[in-house]
């Protein structure tokens, strides 16, 4: 889950950037 990779979460945010 994302919880267990918050490095995930990173991501999602970026795509969320865009």
Do not use: T
Not at 1 to 13: G, H, N, T, Y
Request: glycine share 0%.
């Amino acid at each position: 889950d994302i919880e267990s990779m918050p490095f995930i979460e990173a991501l999602r945010q970026l795509s969320y950037s865009v």
